[in-house]
């Protein structure tokens, strides 16, 4: 079980949209559609802003929003903002009730 | 309002074993519709999952960890705690329980404890 890939970094300016690539295997990504995605800001815990590949939990804003290409999942935002600075991880249903997660991304808000 | 709070040692000597509980409050443990799990994280690194655990009792563990790891559920006190035996300095990280839905076929965490930093030094 070998942790999902992310980019170390993107940046963006305010009101522009960036994307984060999760990268896995058949056995994770590929294989269920069921990646989540959690902001972390220095010093707190996780917070989930999408799962189930797509699906944002109340209160998550619609600017946030995700999708999968084959074992590729990917996370958008758009319009962004400097509160949206943060680390960015996804997360993927591995089979027999185990997850991985991906190196995480820093993203900037330039 | 659900609440999870990790509590345990914040220094472990090398080859010991790191022993955390998490307690739920605003909810019970012992539902259907989830797991209860620790993640971890080494300072300046990304996440990592170490296992989950059902209220009958059921466990799941990240399979590089599996060897070293126990997690076991206590329902009349509404916790459930990590061991992970023979520590090393690569131990040392912020310490997550986490609720993690399982309802409907989802797998995510919806509900983090704030964290707990465990150190491994001698």
């Known amino acids: 079980q070998s942790a999902l890939t992310q980019p170390a970094s993107v940046s963006g300016s305010p009101g522009q949209s960036i994307t984060i690539s999760c990268t896995g295997t058949?056995?994770?990504?590929?294989?269920?559609?069921?990646v989540s995605w959690y902001q972390q800001h220095p010093g707190k815990a996780p917070k989930v802003m999408i799962y189930?590949?797509?699906k944002r939990p109340s209160g998550i804003s619609n600017r946030f929003s995700g999708s999968k290409s084959g074992n590729t999942a990917s996370l958008t935002i758009s319009g962004l903002q400097a509160e949206d600075e943060a680390d960015y991880y996804c997360?993927?249903?591995?089979?027999?009730?185990?997850?991985?997660f991906g190196g995480g991304t820093k993203l900037t808000v330039l | 309002q659900l609440q999870l709070q990790e509590s345990g040692p914040g220094l472990v000597k090398p080859s010991e074993t790191l022993s955390l509980t998490c307690t739920v409050s605003?909810?019970?443990?012992?539902?259907?519709?989830?797991?209860w799990g620790w993640i971890r994280q080494p300072p300046g690194k990304g996440l990592e999952w170490i296992g989950s655990?059902?209220?009958?009792?059921?466990?799941y563990y990240n399979p590089s960890l599996k060897s070293r790891v126990t997690i076991s559920v206590d329902t009349s006190k509404n916790q459930f705690s990590l061991k992970l035996s023979s520590v090393t300095a690569a131990d040392t990280a912020v310490y997550y329980c986490?609720?993690?839905?399982?309802?409907?076929?989802?797998?995510?965490?919806?509900?983090w404890g704030q964290g707990t930093l465990v150190t491994v030094s001698s």
């Open positions: 997360c993927s249903y591995a089979g027999s009730s185990t997850v991985v």
């Open positions: 655990i059902y209220y009958s009792g059921s466990t």
């Open positions: 189930e590949g797509s």
């Open positions: 605003g909810g019970s443990i012992s539902s259907n519709n989830y797991y």
């Open positions: 986490a609720r993690r839905v399982v309802a409907t076929g989802n797998h995510y965490f919806d509900y």
């Open positions: 058949s056995s994770d990504v590929g294989n269920y559609n069921l």
